[in-house]
C-alpha cells in the first residue's frame, strides 16, 4: 500500500478531484490503480484568505512498488501496511455466572460488545431508558423543566454522550488501533465513514440515536441481554471478592432484586453521585481527583466562521471550531472545553434542585450559535467546605453539587443565562443583545456571579478578554453565558490494578466515572481494555 500525504483541494474544488491529484503524485494513470482510500482530511486555515482541505489517501496500484521506491518518491510518499485491531486470544475465562455491566455508556457498551463476541453473554443494567424512551423524557423535560433523575440527558442507554456534539476526537495515545476499532464499529453501526478520516470526527445526536439502537441489536443478537430502568443499589462482598449486585427497577420502583455475579464491570459515568456514594461505603479503593468547572459561553457561528476562515472562503467551509487556552493571574489554567459549532446549550441536570449544563448539535451542526464551556481547572484542595478531601474522596462530588446548587437557586430551576458585559460588571442582566441564547430547556436571565468562587469568575473574565485579542467579537458585550458547567470529568478515581481489577476481586472500575476516560471515544476504548482484561484471566 502505498500513502501520500498533503494532497491539498481548495473550498471550492470536489473531492472528485483526489483520482487526478494521485495520479500526478505518482505520475501513473488512472488505469495503473487498483483502489484509494481517504485516511485522513483536514482543514488547514493559516493563511485565511487561501484555507484548503488537506488529505492523505492510501492507494493500490497494479504497478510494482518496489519500481516506485527504486526510483524516490519524496517525504509525501511512502509504503505502509495495513494495520487492525486485534482482540487478544481468549483463555476462556471460567465464569460461574455472566458478566454483569453496569452502565450503557460508550464504556459499558464496547465493554459489552467485545464479550458478547466473545460469546460471554454479558448482562447490561442501565438505570435509565432505552433511547427512544430517554429521548421523550429529555424533551419533556427541556419543555416544562421536569426533571426525570434516573433518565435524562446523563443517564439512559448511551450514556451521557448520546445527547451531545458526538465528538470523536481523543488525545489518547492509541498503539493498539482499539480508538480505530471503536470508530469502525460506529461506522458499522451506521456512522458516516468520514469519521474513519476526518480530523475531528463527529456523529452529532440525531445520527447517534440510531446507532445505539443498532449497537443494542447488534449485541443482543451476539447474546447479550439489556436490562433498562434497572438500577445497581448494592454489592453483595463475599471474602474481598464481589458474589452479586443488587437492583432495582426505576420505573415501577418495587422491590430489590439480586444478580449472582463474579465479574462486575462498573462503567456509571461521572453523574452517578448516588453510586459512588454506595461504592463509598462498600470501601471501595478510591479518591477525589481534579477536574474542570466553569460557565458556558455562546457567540453567532458566523462570528466564529469569519474569525477562524476569513470572510470570503467562512460560507464554503463547515461550521468551524475553536480551541483557546489561557494561564490566568493568579496561575490557573482556563481553557475551552468541549467546543460545539451551530450547537445548542443543553440543560444535561440529573439531580432535583441542581443545574448543570453542556453542549450538544446534530450532525449538520447547522444551529445559529457556537458554544464552548470556558472553564477553570480545580483540585482537591478549592473543595473548602471542611471536607478535606484527603479522607473524603467524594468532595470534589460535593463541590459540584454546592455549584449546581446556586445555579438552580439563580435560575429558579431553569439554566441561569448572563450577558458577558454584565457578568465582567457583577450586573444581573435582563435580556439580550444581538446574540440570542440557543439553549434546550428554559433559560432565565440573572447574575452568574453568584455560582462559582471570585477566583474563578476573575480567571474566567481575564481568559475571554484575551480570547478577544484572538478571535475578534469573542468577548463582545452581548455574548451569552450559561451555568455551571460542572461536569467536565469525573470528581472521583476508583483505585485498580494492572489486571484493572478494583481493590474488591471481581469488580472492574470502567470509562469516565472510574476517572479513566474523558469523552467518548476514550470511554469506549477503555471499555475494550476491561473487557480484554477479564478476558485474559483463566
Ligand atoms: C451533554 C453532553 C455532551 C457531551 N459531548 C461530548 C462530545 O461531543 N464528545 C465527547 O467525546 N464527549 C462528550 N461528552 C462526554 C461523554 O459523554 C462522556 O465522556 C462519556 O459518555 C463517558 O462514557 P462512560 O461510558 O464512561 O459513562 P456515561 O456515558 O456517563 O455512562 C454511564 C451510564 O451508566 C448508567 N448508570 C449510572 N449509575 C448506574 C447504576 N447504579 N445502575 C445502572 N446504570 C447506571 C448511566 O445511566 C449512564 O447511562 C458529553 C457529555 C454530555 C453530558
Not at 473550498?11 to 501513473?28: N, V
Not at 477525589?288 to 459561553?297: C, S
Request: net charge positive.
Amino acid at each position: 500500500m502505498i500513502r501520500i500525504t498533503q494532497i491539498k483541494l481548495r473550498p471550492e474544488e470536489g473531492e472528485d478531484l483526489l483520482l487526478s491529484k494521485i495520479c500526478k503524485k505518482l505520475k501513473i494513470s488512472e488505469k495503473d490503480i487498483e483502489s484509494w482510500q481517504i485516511t485522513k482530511k483536514s482543514i488547514d486555515a493559516r493563511k485565511k484568505e487561501a484555507p484548503v482541505f488537506v488529505y492523505q489517501v492510501d492507494v493500490k496500484t497494479k504497478k510494482q512498488e518496489e519500481l516506485f521506491f527504486k526510483h524516490g518518491k519524496g517525504p509525501e510518499i511512502r509504503r505502509v501496511t495495513e494495520a487492525r485491531y486485534q482482540f487478544p486470544k481468549d483463555a476462556r475465562r471460567t465464569m460461574q455466572h455472566r458478566p454483569v455491566i453496569v452502565g450503557t455508556g460508550p464504556a459499558g457498551l464496547f465493554c459489552g460488545y467485545m464479550l458478547s463476541q466473545a460469546g460471554y453473554g454479558p448482562v447490561l443494567l442501565e438505570r435509565g431508558g432505552p433511547v427512544e424512551e430517554r429521548e421523550e423524557a429529555v424533551e419533556q423535560f427541556w419543555k416544562t423543566g421536569v426533571l426525570n433523575p434516573e433518565c435524562n440527558v446523563q443517564f439512559g442507554e448511551g450514556g451521557a454522550g448520546t445527547f451531545s456534539d458526538g465528538k470523536l476526537n481523543t488525545l489518547i495515545k492509541d498503539p493498539f488501533l482499539r480508538g480505530k476499532k471503536v470508530l469502525e464499529l460506529f461506522v458499522s453501526m451506521g456512522a458516516g465513514s468520514e469519521i474513519l478520516y476526518d480530523s475531528k470526527p463527529h456523529i452529532g445526536t440525531d445520527v447517534l440515536k440510531q446507532v445505539l439502537k443498532n449497537m443494542r441489536q447488534k449485541i443482543e443478537s451476539m447474546g447479550g441481554q439489556f436490562h433498562f430502568h434497572t438500577k445497581a443499589t448494592n454489592l453483595e462482598i463475599t471474602d474481598g471478592k464481589v458474589s452479586g449486585v443488587y437492583i432495582q427497577d426505576t420505573k415501577a420502583g418495587g422491590i430489590t432484586r439480586f444478580i449472582a455475579a463474579d465479574v462486575l464491570v462498573l462503567a456509571t459515568g461521572h453523574s452517578a453521585r448516588d453510586t459512588f456514594q454506595m461504592l463509598y461505603e462498600k470501601r471501595l479503593n478510591m479518591h477525589a481527583k481534579a477536574f474542570a468547572v466553569g460557565l458556558r459561553i455562546e457567540h453567532p457561528q458566523s462570528m466564529i466562521q469569519i474569525s477562524q476562515y476569513g470572510e470570503k472562503y467562512g460560507a464554503l467551509l463547515p461550521p468551524a471550531p475553536y480551541k483557546v487556552t489561557a494561564r490566568a493571574s493568579d496561575g490557573r489554567g482556563v481553557y475551552s472545553f468541549c467546543m460545539c459549532p451551530g450547537g445548542y446549550v443543553v440543560n444535561a441536570s440529573s439531580e432535583q434542585g441542581m443545574t448543570a449544563v453542556n453542549g450538544m448539535s446534530n450532525h449538520a451542526r447547522d444551529g445559529r450559535n457556537s458554544n464552548s464551556a470556558i472553564v477553570v481547572t480545580v483540585s482537591p484542595e478549592d473543595f473548602e467546605d471542611g471536607l478535606s478531601a484527603n479522607i473524603n474522596p467524594l468532595a470534589g462530588m460535593e463541590f459540584q453539587r454546592r455549584l449546581e446548587r446556586n445555579a438552580w437557586r439563580l435560575g429558579n430551576g431553569a439554566v441561569p443565562i448572563q450577558l458577558y458585559g454584565d457578568f465582567k460588571e457583577n450586573r444581573k442582566s435582563s435580556g439580550p443583545g444581538e446574540v440570542l441564547p440557543d439553549t434546550k430547556g428554559q433559560n432565565c436571565y440573572t447574575n452568574l456571579r453568584g455560582i462559582l468562587p471570585e477566583p474563578l469568575n476573575r480567571a474566567i473574565i481575564e481568559g475571554v478578554d484575551f480570547w478577544g485579542r484572538k478571535i475578534l467579537g469573542f468577548d463582545r458585550y452581548d455574548a451569552i453565558l450559561s451555568g455551571v458547567e460542572s461536569r467536565t470529568s469525573s470528581p472521583v478515581r476508583i483505585e485498580r490494578n494492572d489486571q484493572m481489577e478494583s481493590s474488591i476481586a471481581g469488580i472492574y472500575p470502567c470509562g469516565e466515572g472510574a476517572g479513566y476516560a474523558g469523552g467518548i471515544t476514550s470511554a469506549a476504548v477503555d471499555g475494550i481494555r476491561v473487557a480484554e482484561a477479564i478476558i485474559s484471566i483463566k
